[in-house]
């Protein structure tokens, strides 16, 4: 009986599956057509770290060059990962998106270590903050007995 039913055919996608494109960003050194607009904000990206940095290009070492363009690399990554799981989603049946699992947190905390490493993350304050002034401000002129 079972050899008369006809088959359930599985429609089959055609192509490739769904990939974030950053694997094309490392390879090919391309951005995929559907993630053009990151190049605008990795260029943006490069200018400011150089001009936090700089301010220009020239005022840099090789090697300070070098980090700028391996943190634009990996931030080129890390924005293609987070457009794939905005426009799919962080969930793909019960386990978490794979490009979330196996690359997005090790590409972030890459550039973290990177950006240490620059000294992007210490901040020089504009002048010297005076403890005293600062005390009479907060607290007032001063404390009455």
Known sequence: MSENKPKMKRKRRLGRPPKHGGYSLLVRGELPENRKHIKQYLTLSRENLIRDLGPTEEDLTAAQIILIDRV???????????????????????????????????????VRLDLRELGIDKRQADEALDLSKYVQERYGKGKEK
């Open 72 to 110: 634009v690399t990996k931030l080129g990554v890390i924005r293609c990962i987070e457009e794939h799981i905005r426009e799919n989603s962080v969930m793909v049946g019960h386990n978490l998106a794979p490009s979330l699992r196996a690359s997005y947190l090790a590409y972030n905390n890459s």
